[in-house]
């Protein structure tokens, strides 16, 4: 008899890794007119998919394939310099899928459920016997064995990562209505009334967009999602809620698969799909203690980045001294006498003598000029801030130059300033 740990272990062994990386995610803005959503850079030194890259391979998912379609080069090209060190030779791989008119020559992918369906000749030859499907542009940590052992338990061929929403936010979410054996009885996107769980009337049950499919199981379904004239072949809009109609799908909840450090931490998961969430997420991880650990060695988030000298503060005048305070600074910085608080730059930016940063999360090779005062900012890679700029402190006059989301945050980009 296996142990539960070796069993995990197995099934991980024994799974392919999907991961769906074609959107654009155009609530980004600008910050996705040259890079899908998948690639834009979080947390000083990742990419968004490097999130959920890394909990494959912390969950024993060696077999990765990724799905791309928009603006593919600027993932592809971190996929290839990141994470090539998987040894096809010990049965490990990470491949690239990019659309390619594989039906026809006239079809690209025209859904997340049809990208998998094109693929399958490949898929098929790897033999799995079971699939986890991802989307590449959350950010948590999870144990993916967790859920396939969830799934076998259950005697089910599809298992759904949920996360508990509070009721009151539960309408942004497709819900899911469970019954006392997890099983999923009804499935509803952004509900006006949405249901509470069993036992906890103020908690609502979210789809994560995480999948697991028996391999089988799943051929059987994209087939005859594929030949239904009436489906957009998605798996959220489509084939998921086809299963739950007929019983097939259960859920599985993030809490007991969340890779935490303390016992007592939260479970992350966030949707950086908007700016603001986006902004947000990214401060998140300069509190003292942050609800998502990056400094987990047990559970590493593995990337590509340049071999770059630390970051550096000079200056200790009384008017002039570089200082950052409860923020995360990457390598090749400079904060040249200036004095930056509450905010994560990426790699190589500089900030020059007298300007001030508040809340800003600056994206690699910035350059921001003397006396310029920014706050409540995300600013996109590349730019060259003009020295005296002030930005987060005349909303009407941040609008008209940038774009400023709901929540007040600012987006800052090449184009805007040159625009000036």
């Not at 508990?164 to 009334?193: H, Q, T």
């Not at 789809?207 to 087939?223: H, T, V, W």
């Not at 739950?244 to 890779?259: K, M, N, P, Q, T």
């Not at 799909?273 to 947000?280: K, V």
Request: net charge neutral; charged share 25%.
């Amino acid at each position: 008899m296996l142990s539960s740990a070796r069993m995990r272990e197995r099934m991980a062994r024994r799974t392919i890794a999907l991961v769906l990386a074609g959107g654009r995610g155009s609530r980004l803005r600008q910050l996705t007119d040259r890079r899908a959503k998948p690639a834009v850079f979080f947390g000083g030194k990742f990419r968004i998919i490097d999130f959920a890259l890394s909990n494959c391979l912390n969950s024993n998912i060696r077999r990765i394939a990724v799905l791309t379609q928009y603006k593919a080069h600027s993932l592809l090209r971190h996929l290839q310099m990141g994470w090539s060190f998987l040894r096809p030779e010990m049965n490990e791989f990470l491949d690239l899928l990019p659309a390619q008119q594989r039906i026809d020559e006239a079809t690209w992918y025209q859904g997340t459920a049809d990208a998998v369906f094109q693929n399958f000749d490949i898929l098929k030859a790897a033999r799995p016997e079971y699939f986890v499907v991802l989307a590449g542009d959350h950010i948590y940590k999870m144990d993916y064995s967790n859920m396939l052992a969830d799934m076998r338990a259950k005697g089910a061929d599809c298992i759904v990562g949920c996360i508990g929403v509070p009721i009151g936010l539960a309408s942004d979410f497709g819900v899911m209505a469970i019954d006392e054996s997890m099983r999923i009885v009804d499935f509803l996107e952004k509900p006006k009334v949405p249901p509470a769980m069993p036992g906890k009337r103020d908690v609502a049950l979210a789809s994560m967009g995480i999948y697991a499919f028996s391999a089988n199981f799943l051929y059987d379904e994209l087939q005859r999602d594929h030949d239904d004239p009436s489906s957009s072949h998605d798996f959220g809009k489509d084939v998921i809620p086809h299963l739950v109609g007929r019983g097939l799908a259960y859920a599985h909840r993030f809490e007991d698969s969340c890779v935490t450090t303390t016992p007592e931490a939260l479970p992350y998961w966030r949707d950086v799909g908007t700016i603001d969430a986006y902004w947000a997420a990214n401060l998140d991880l300069v509190q003292p203690t942050p609800q998502l650990d990056i400094y987990d060695r047990n559970w590493p988030i593995w990337t590509y980045q340049q071999q770059l000298p630390p970051a550096k503060f000079v200056f200790d005048d009384e008017d002039r001294r570089g200082v950052a305070v409860d923020s995360m600074v990457s390598g090749g910085c400079i904060v040249s006498g200036a004095h930056v608080s509450g905010s994560l730059l990426f790699s190589s930016v500089r900030v020059n003598s007298y300007a001030r940063l508040r809340e800003a999360v600056v994206l690699p090779e910035v350059d921001i000029g003397r006396y310029a005062r920014l706050s409540n900012v995300v600013i996109d890679r590349g730019c060259r801030i003009p020295e005296g700029l002030v930005v987060g402190e005349d909303a009407e006059l941040d609008a008209r130059r940038f774009y400023r989301s709901d929540g007040g945050v600012v987006l800052i980009s090449a184009d805007m300033l040159a625009a000036l």
